[in-house]
């Protein structure tokens, strides 16, 4: 009987690993961004390009202004929900969430991302803090937290699927030679960092006699990808239910308490936009939560005064010291965390392995994507001269691709704040709050000093 | 005829190996047992924070889920003695919206 069964477990587990493909949100990023990359690559090899659908809202001065720049654009924005709703509305009915419940809801969403987005191009932005990303999240906040957010509008609120799609369409305006100069820096940087934080957070939690997988899933929650970093280490390790929560709830409110309080700080110290960049790369907790605070500070350049360097350069250096510097490196502390569990600390009545595939299977895959649409856009530029690069490239292949971007942004950090309910966290204690609030400190200052002191010329290097 | 370990989760740094060396695809692993729950949409309404900068859909997760006897989150290829068949052995990550959702569907 085995003999038989054997032969339909194998294809089943096969049929299970495949499966992945089409139900995590790691490759549905890949798939949309990617084939957005390749579309643009296609039409721009035929002389056209993606720009007329690729609209982005331009500065205006006076309510006149923008209502003759919007006015003649309607079949274009239309034409953006329709690209988005088609691509995004698959990727989430592949992930379980029915088409008609989530076209109305990402409608919605996507009205209030134009009105956000109009909203940050106003002249006077800057001058009141109206960017985009904190725009969005502190209006989704507000609504979630005092009104409520309809259900009806919960089935389009899909951070994950929105911010990895948006690292893929990234990697189309970072060269692979970028990445290759960058990345080495980024991993000795945020090794140093991810390994002091963990340390901090996990030797104070046992001293303050926490259990070792809480204190286990506060550190890489801390230390290496925020709420991903937790359930990741959470399940490694076989955490208890609440010690999961309790680490969920500690990172995402101090990750909200970052995205504000990092690009002021930045701000008001008047740092490079590479160095601000490469600051909230070592020391915020999440990857949507980062990128909220990496463009808000982009967004200050050539806006406010004395702040130097490119805007993409701050969501540039965040995403090499977040993305490479520290999300790929999950599988390897959950393998390890995982080996230490079994053979070291208390029994659960759970019998668990440490399994060195773990590596491969919680590795971020949408990474994979990024790294892709950066190989072929470096590719397809390697003809151009530089000159040629700026005049033909850029504007018709990398700008429209960096505009795309940016509206699928909008949608995560509009459905961050519609997504955080404080009042649905679980009380965490006062110990885990220590713990964890240790491991911040170290990881905020040890981050500034290696951002702006040790590594700061390369950092401005690359706003350059 | 051999009893040969599942595939993709045999010898490698195999510890509290006992109970499992002998497992097939179809034994008591957790992800089988009817205490487990895996289902994505039903683990983002479980933990709440986990949609707002994550989500249950991301690699990371693997295949890990909710053990409600234990009240442990562990995952899947885990095992214990309490294990319960569940009815239908279904693939991890397949689920139904609308009987398992309370935020989604």
Redesign the interface.
Same mark, same amino acid.
Do not use: I, K, W
């Given at each position: 009987m085995n003999e038989i069964a054997q032969p339909s477990a194998r294809r089943r587990a096969a049929a299970s690993r495949w499966s992945g493909l089409l139900r995590k949100d790691d490759w549905w990023a890949i798939w949309i961004g990617l084939g957005l990359v390749i579309a643009a690559i296609l039409l721009f090899a035929e002389g056209s390009s993606i720009k007329w659908i690729a609209i982005a809202p331009q500065k205006w001065a006076s309510g006149s202004g923008l209502a003759a720049q919007l006015a003649p654009q309607g079949a274009r924005y239309a034409a953006l929900f329709l690209l988005w709703s088609i691509s995004l509305g698959i990727g989430a009915a592949a992930l379980g969430i029915r088409l008609s419940r989530f076209l109305p809801a990402f409608l919605a969403l996507f009205v209030a991302a134009v009105a956000i987005y109009v909203l940050g191009m106003w002249d006077q932005a800057a001058r009141y803090n109206l960017e985009p990303p904190l725009v969005a999240l502190a209006l989704g906040l507000l609504l979630s937290n005092t009104s409520g957010v309809p259900r009806w509008l919960e089935p389009a609120l899909r951070v994950e699927l929105y911010i990895k799609t948006g690292i893929v369409l990234l990697g189309a305006g970072l060269p692979l030679t970028l990445i290759a100069w960058a990345g080495p820096v980024a991993i000795v940087q945020a090794a140093i960092v991810s390994i002091a934080t963990f340390g901090t957070i996990y030797a104070v939690g046992v001293k303050l006699g926490l259990d070792r997988r809480l204190a286990a899933t506060l550190g890489t929650g801390g230390a290496v990808c925020g709420v991903s970093g937790a359930i990741a280490i959470g399940g490694a390790v076989g955490a208890k239910k609440e010690q999961v929560s309790i680490a969920i709830s500690l990172v995402v409110v101090w990750a909200i308490v970052m995205i504000f309080a990092l690009p002021l700080v930045a701000r008001a110290l008047h740092l490079p936009t590479g160095v601000a960049g490469a600051w909230i790369g070592t020391s915020e907790f999440a990857d949507a939560a980062g990128l909220a605070a990496a463009q808000t500070y982009g967004g200050y350049a050539g806006n406010v005064a004395g702040i130097a360097g490119s805007s993409d350069a701050a969501v540039n250096a965040f995403t090499l010291m977040k993305v490479i510097g520290r999300d790929v490196w999950i599988g390897v502390w959950a393998f390890v965390l995982s080996l230490v569990a079994t053979t070291r600390w208390e029994r659960t009545g759970i019998d668990s392995r440490a399994d060195a595939g773990e590596i491969w299977r919680r590795f971020p895959k949408f990474v994979l994507g990024f790294l892709a649409a950066s190989a072929v856009v470096t590719l397809v530029s390697k003809g151009y001269t530089y000159a040629e690069y700026k005049k033909d490239v850029l504007p018709s292949l990398v700008a429209p691709l960096q505009s795309l971007r940016t509206w699928v942004f909008t949608f995560a950090f509009l459905s961050i704040g519609l997504t955080t309910k404080v009042r649905e966290f679980v009380s965490v204690g006062a110990r885990p709050l220590y713990a964890f609030s240790a491991g911040v400190a170290i990881n905020v200052v040890l981050g500034f000093v290696l951002s702006t002191q040790v590594f700061s010329d390369f950092w401005s290097r690359l706003g350059q | 005829?051999s009893e040969t370990p599942?595939? %993709?989760?045999p010898e490698? $740094? !195999?510890?509290?190996?006992a109970?499992?060396q002998r497992r097939?695809? *179809?034994s008591p692993l +957790?992800r089988n047992c009817r205490h487990f729950t895996g289902e994505?949409?039903a683990l983002e309404t479980?933990?709440?924070?986990? /949609? !707002?900068? !994550? *989500?249950?859909? $991301? *690699?990371?997760? *693997?295949?890990? %889920?909710? +053990?409600r006897l234990?009240?442990?989150?562990?995952?899947g290829?885990?095992?214990? &003695?309490s294990f319960a068949c569940a009815a239908a052995?279904a &693939?991890?990550?397949?689920?139904?919206? $609308?009987s398992t959702?309370t935020?989604? /569907?």
């Open positions: - | 005829m599942e595939r %993709g989760m490698a $740094a !195999s510890v509290n190996a109970p499992l097939r695809p *179809s +957790c994505p949409l479980a933990f709440a924070g986990l /949609s !707002s900068l !994550s *989500s249950a859909f $991301a *690699s990371v997760r *693997s295949e890990d %889920g909710l +053990c234990h009240d442990r989150y562990v995952a290829s885990s095992a214990c &003695a052995p &693939a991890p990550f397949a689920f139904d919206t $609308a959702s935020r989604q /569907s």
